[in-house]
C-alpha cells in the first residue's frame, strides 16, 4: 500500500526559510500536494505538482519533487508568524488504490518572531 | 459560493450512545470524501461516496459504522455504539472533478469527544 511520511516539527525564525520535506512509497503517483491546516480549521489546499515536473513556484512557495527518491519538499521563503501551522503532504495514490489522497501525518510548523 | 460546511463542529457522546455527523459538500460537488483525523497523525480516509452511490468504503471500520450520500441533502457519516476509541477530529471533503488531479476542499471538521 501507500506510505507518506514526514518529519513532525520544525522551528524558524521569522523572515527565514522553512523546509517541509515528505516522502512517499508511490512511485505511481500523479499529483502531490501540499496542505495546510491551522488550530481548529480544516486542510486547505496551498499548492500541488504533477509528478512529470521537478519544481513548482507559486509567490513564497517552492515545490520540489524528486521522484527518482520518492522525494518532495516544500519550501516557504520569508517565513512569517502566520504561516505557522500543520503542513501536510498527500499523494494521490494509483488507480488500483482508487486514487484517493493518502495523507503523512504532518509537520507542525512554528515561526518564532 | 459556501465552503464544506460540517455540523456539529463539536460533538460529545456517552460510550454506547450513536453519533450523526453531517457534511453539505460546495455547491455543484458531486463526491465527498470522509476522513479521520486521531490526535498526532495524519487524516485517515473512511469513505468516499457520490451521490447515492458508495464508491470506495476500504477504510471505514467493518462494524458500527456507515455513511450515506443521499439525492437529496447532506452526506451523513454514523457511528452507532461508540466507544472511546472513536474520539477524533472527522473532516470530510468534496470535489467536482475525478480524474488525475482531484482538488479537495474540506470542511472545518467535527470533534468527537465520547465519555
Known amino acids: 500500500g501507500e506510505d507518506v511520511e514526514q518529519s513532525l516539527f520544525l522551528s524558524v525564525r521569522e523572515g527565514d526559510s522553512s523546509v517541509i520535506n515528505c516522502t512517499y512509497t508511490d512511485s505511481s503517483s500523479t499529483y502531490l500536494y501540499w496542505y495546510k491546516q491551522e488550530p481548529g480549521a480544516g486542510l486547505q489546499l496551498l499548492t500541488y505538482?504533477?509528478?512529470?515536473?521537478d519544481m513548482k513556484q507559486d509567490q513564497r512557495l517552492t515545490v520540489l519533487l524528486n521522484k527518482k527518491d520518492k522525494h518532495l519538499s516544500l519550501r516557504i521563503a520569508d517565513t512569517q508568524t502566520g504561516d505557522s501551522a500543520i503542513y501536510f503532504c498527500?499523494?494521490?495514490?494509483?488507480?488500483?488504490?482508487?486514487?484517493?489522497?493518502?495523507f503523512g501525518a504532518g509537520t507542525i510548523l512554528r515561526v518564532k518572531s | 459560493n459556501a465552503g464544506v460546511m460540517q455540523n456539529p463542529r463539536h460533538l460529545v457522546r456517552r460510550r454506547g450512545q450513536e453519533a450523526r455527523l453531517r457534511c453539505s459538500p460546495m455547491?455543484?460537488?458531486?463526491?465527498v470524501y470522509w476522513y479521520r483525523q486521531l490526535p498526532e497523525e495524519g487524516l485517515k480516509f473512511m469513505v468516499y461516496l457520490q451521490k447515492e452511490n458508495i464508491i470506495d468504503e476500504s477504510g471505514m471500520p467493518k462494524e458500527r459504522f456507515s455513511a450515506e450520500f443521499p439525492k437529496e441533502g447532506p452526506s451523513i457519516l454514523r457511528i452507532q455504539q461508540v466507544v472511546r476509541g472513536d474520539s477524533a477530529a472527522y473532516f470530510c471533503?468534496?470535489?467536482?472533478?475525478?480524474?488525475?488531479?482531484?482538488?479537495?476542499?474540506f470542511g472545518s471538521g467535527t470533534q468527537l469527544s465520547v465519555l
Open positions: 455547491k455543484g460537488h458531486s463526491h
Open positions: 505538482i504533477f509528478s512529470n515536473m
Open positions: 498527500a499523494e494521490r495514490g494509483a488507480e488500483e488504490y482508487g486514487n484517493k489522497l493518502v
Open positions: 471533503a468534496s470535489s467536482i472533478l475525478t480524474g488525475e488531479n482531484e482538488k479537495l476542499f
